[in-house]
T-cell receptor, first 111, second 114 residues
Framework: GEDVEQSLFLSVREGDSSVINCTYT??????LYWYKQEPGAGLQLLTY?????DMKQDQRLTVLLNKKDKHLSLRIADTQTGDSAIYFC???????????FGTGTKLQVIP | DGGITQSPKYLFRKEGQNVTLSCEQN?????MYWYRQDPGQGLRLIYY???????QKGDIAEGYSVSREKKESFPLTVTSAQKNPTAFYLC?????????????FGPGTRLTVL
């Protein structure tokens, strides 16, 4: 079955890079996603990567996928206080719409 | 503007009462979902629906019920059989198919059972 794990908490200084890690168990994952949740709000998609890609870059965000180790990471360059939020990784498996979310990593940015 | 709405934002109920949470979308999405969020546990899938008049149980469906009579609407009822209903509930929708379609989330409803 699917299982997605993340560390619960990360603290970084403003201006530094943040790296949020995620491991998943289902080798048949087709798409992997990163969502951001601000306090008291719903989730918003940041980026996603197809399973046949190793890397995707979008402005300050870099996603790395190591399919052999089933490891996904999100790097945020020049982290700002507005980046403080909970970040969820998620995997989609199979041909239907079910997506499994990780436990979420709370990113705290220290000014 | 297209989007997904949930109401109310905060809901208080007495123990033993059923309560229905509203979810509406105008994105013309076929698929809709309900998740429950508890601190440190991420999102857990309660129910999902890929098309009108059809829905499937997710990982934690016990004590919940849903209906999908219209494409735009996917209400969730939290029944008195749900042992620990106090949580943050999130509704989402997406296109159907085999593409990497993102899920769009509503703002959530925080349910507190007194």
């Amino acid at each position: 079955g699917e299982d997605v794990e993340q560390s619960l908490f990360l603290s970084v200084r403003e201006g530094d890079s943040s790296v949020i890690n995620c491991t998943y168990t289902d080798s048949s994952s087709t798409y992997l996603y990163w969502y951001k949740q601000e306090p008291g709000a719903g989730l918003q998609l940041l980026t996603y990567i197809f399973s046949n890609m190793d890397m995707k870059q979008d402005q300050r965000l870099t996603v790395l996928l190591n399919k052999k180790d089933k490891h996904l990471s999100l790097r945020i360059a020049d982290t700002q206080t507005g980046d403080s939020a909970i970040y969820f990784c998620a995997e989609r498996t199979g041909g239907y719409q079910k997506v499994t979310f990780g436990t979420g990593t709370k990113l705290q940015v220290i000014p | 503007d297209g989007g997904i709405t949930q109401s109310p934002k905060y809901l208080f109920r007495k123990e033993g009462q059923n309560v229905t949470l509203s979810c509406e979308q105008n994105l013309n999405h076929d698929a809709m979902y309900w998740y429950r969020q508890d601190p440190g546990q991420g999102l857990r899938l309660i129910y999902y629906s890929q098309i009108v008049n059809d829905f499937q149980k997710g990982d934690i469906a016990e004590g919940y019920s849903v209906s999908r009579e219209k494409k735009e609407s996917f209400p969730l009822t939290v029944t008195s059989a749900q042992k620990n209903p106090t949580a943050f509930y999130l509704c989402a929708s997406s296109k159907s198919g085999t593409g990497g379609y993102e899920q769009f989330f509503g703002p959530g409803t925080r349910l507190t059972v007194l």
